[in-house]
C-alpha cells in the first residue's frame, strides 16, 4: 500500500508564497518520479512540475521562474516553493509518483488527495 499525502495548501494574497508538501509512503521499492499536477474548476488536469530519478526536473511554462520543485530523499518528500503567486494559480494541487512496489512489478502511478491553493487578488 502507498500513500501520498499533500500539505501547505491554503489562501494566500497575489505576490505572496506557499510551499506545498507530498510525504510518500509505504512499499515504495524504486521511486521513478514525483510531480505536481492541479486542476482549476471546469479546467483539466495540468502538469505543473515534476522531477525525475536522478533530479531532472521539468517544470511548466506558466510557471517558470515562480515555482520549484524539490525533493528530499531521505524523507521521501517532495516539495513545491511557489513565488508571486497569481490568481490563475487557484487550483487543488495534486501529488503524483510513478513507482515500483517491488522488483520485478510494472511501474505504476499514485495520486494524492489534493490541496487546495487559492490566490485572491
Known amino acids: 500500500q502507498v500513500q501520498l499525502v499533500e500539505s501547505g495548501g491554503g489562501l494566500v494574497q497575489a505576490g505572496g508564497s506557499l510551499r506545498l508538501s507530498c510525504l510518500a509512503s509505504?512499499?515504495?521499492?524504486?521511486?521513478?518520479?514525483m510531480g505536481w499536477y492541479r486542476q482549476a474548476t471546469g479546467k483539466q488536469r495540468e502538469l505543473v512540475a515534476r522531477?525525475?530519478?536522478?533530479?531532472?526536473?521539468n517544470v511548466a511554462d506558466s510557471v517558470k521562474g515562480r515555482f520549484t520543485v524539490s525533493k528530499d530523499n531521505a524523507k521521501n518528500t517532495m516539495y513545491l516553493q511557489m513565488n508571486s503567486l497569481k490568481p490563475e494559480d487557484t487550483a487543488v494541487y495534486y501529488c503524483n509518483a510513478l513507482l515500483q512496489t517491488r522488483l520485478y512489478d510494472a511501474v505504476a502511478e499514485y495520486w494524492g488527495q489534493g490541496t487546495q491553493v487559492t490566490v485572491s487578488s
Open positions: 522531477i525525475i530519478s536522478g533530479g531532472v526536473t
Open positions: 509505504g512499499n515504495i521499492f524504486s521511486m521513478h518520479a
